[in-house]
């Protein structure tokens, strides 16, 4: 009798566990069934990139949460290689969605998007997104070192090849006051990091991986005056004669785009430089003037 007691205890108890298997595989299991609707292309040809020009044709796009409204309405604009382009606008005009066709995190509906000609749903997924380099906002780090979550923008790195990115994107200023320095755990998604240096990180990780795309989505947003200034000067080495598509509520960080794009309500309604769009365009102009008075 002794001898069965804990054993027969064990046995009561194992409902507890077996519901929570269940609700934890309620959660699990539709991510895993998902279907991925882009295609990885593994057997088309890798993406021949010469200067990194894009061209939008006819794009048209709404998510499948909301068939009625569409988010992007025949976008056609062009972004020359090796120029820095600006999207600007107010919330929700679509600027963010339609850099992310650019990496096919989502595909148009209707219309082609190309880089160097090249429709990029022909090419290689892999390819196409080793040459494109992404920093934004809300950037996903992993309870590891410092020195692990800056590799992972390229795995086959070397240790001087980390070293140099962490010390062009400013990163060493504050590694380096650090008592295990690169070996410092930075907790889940960088809880032990402030804003601006999880920003600095991501922009380590685009130094690293040495992209000819670079695309940046408010990677200065809130962030104090002391901060963004920092991470904008290690944003004009970074961008330095690279294909830069970049969004900013701060127009300060825009000004001297080669071209900026005006959209509102999923639509490109003027571009040019910022002295012809202060002139031409009622919609930036506004926008420019409410900036100012901000500051």
Known sequence: MMLAYQPVKSLATINVGVNQGLSASKRILPIIDTVNL??????????????GSID??????????????????????????????????????????????????????????????????????????KEISIVDQNVTLFDDTIFNNIKYAKPDANDDEIYEAAKLSMCSEFIDKLENKYQTLIGENGVRLSGGEKQRLSIARAF????????????????????????QKALDKLTLNKTTVVIAHRLSTILNSDNIYVMEKGMVVDSGNHEELLTKSDTYKNYYNKQINKS
């Open 208 to 231: 690293l991986k040495n992209s000819k795309i670079i695309l940046l989505d408010e990677a200065t947003s809130s962030l104090d005056s002391e901060t963004e200034e920092k991470i």
């Open 56 to 129: 939008c044709k006819n794009i048209n796009f709404n998510y499948s949460t909301n068939l009625e409204n569409k988010v992007l309405k025949n976008i056609n604009i062009k972004i020359n290689g090796g120029k820095m382009t600006a999207l600007v606008g107010q919330s929700g005009s679509g600027k963010s969605t339609l850099l992310s066709l650019i990496p096919r995190i989502y595909d148009p509906k209707t219309g082609i998007l190309e880089i160097d000609g090249q429709n990029i749903k022909e090419v290689n997924l892999f390819s196409l997104r």
């Open 38 to 51: 882009i295609g990885i292309n593994e057997d088309k040809i890798n993406l021949n990139l010469e200067n």
